[in-house]
């Protein structure tokens, strides 16, 4: 009753002091002892578990008044001692060989030899041992425990043995890490170690492929940035002629995969649109609404400009006005002429863009902060201005 309630160091000094009181007298000697181990098993005490079978083996089969019996529980014994994987073709048939099962199969359980110990265990819980061997039967509850766990142990293994991959490792360590055994046993014991074993292999491997990747990302940016180095020197080139469609197309036509240098593309690409729109804005309201602050350019003092084209911008002069291109006028008057308009949200922003891209910084930044305060939805965008140089 001892072993099935789980007190095993009990049971074990409860079958001891049965084997030395009953020392010589057969079968009940080598019972005892055969508990005794059974319960030193179980409390994974493997010295006293030997010594027990080794005094079973030093009984012989001499003294019982069924021989059969006798050397059933020797060879059951020695079984047990060998050190070796047992078979259910090695359990010879016995009215007790549902004992033997039960202590083999326990027994190999303890030796890592998981499928020889389900095939015993599943033997012994069909087994239906009878008459004055009917207390087996009260063992088979800690046996179909043993047996789901080996079950489980075994199931997990066929299907997450072969992982290799972090993935395959990382989901083999999770399904690991879900199955519900007894502690401690030699069961529990193989999966803990195969859990650390996992772990490391994880642990490793993600190494391997942070490195691989870090490798493959620096080759991809040394293919590739070249070709986004070349797409920014023609956008700088066109943006400095106003011609922002241009700019737009140059750095929106080349082909990127590496996923920095496309946000790059894609922030310059917004950058362009901004600009287009601005010289667009910046059109229709000097033809709109003229602008008459003083305007030098080329050493040449202009009342202000009266009107502007995609090409031309018309500068007032006394008697009507003169043409002229627009990259002949300074880049930082334009600032000052479209801030003069900048009275919303969008053209202070776009104007913030144009005054990043020639390089005003503090301009851009008082032009970005009032745009962002009206306009919060341009915070975000912000970020690569404040963070990039034109």
Known sequence: QQIIDGKYPAARATFARLA?????????????????????????????????????ENAGSGGFADPQLGAFLLETAKHANERRAIALSDISDHEAKPFALFLLGLTDVQLGRFNDAKALLEAFTLSQPSGSLSWIDKYKPIARKYLDDTRAWLAWREQNG????PAEIRSALEKLRTLKLQKPTAISAEVLLAERTLANQLDQAEKTERSVRQKQHQDLVAREMPQLNAALESYRRLAAVYDF?????AIRKVKLTEPSLRETQRNYQNAADWLAEWKATLINDLNAHNYNGAVIVSDTQYNGIAG???????????????????????ATTLVTVSSSFATDA?????????????????????????ACSAKPSYIEARKFFDQTKP
């Open 308 to 330: 502007a084209t995609a090409n031309k911008l018309k500068m007032k002069v006394p008697y009507g006005s003169a043409e002229t291109t627009w990259v002949k006028v300074p």
């Open 346 to 370: 969008d053209r202070q922003w776009r104007c913030g863009v144009f005054a990043w891209t020639i390089g005003q910084t503090n301009a851009a930044r008082q032009l970005f902060d009032a």
């Open 20 to 56: 030395s009181e009953t020392k010589n007298k057969q079968p009940i000697y080598d019972w005892a002892l055969l508990n005794q181990a059974l319960a030193a098993l179980l409390d994974q005490q493997e010295s006293q578990k030997r010594r027990a079978l080794q005094e079973v």
């Open 162 to 165: 072969s992982a290799k991959s």
């Open 245 to 249: 469609t241009g700019a737009a197309s």
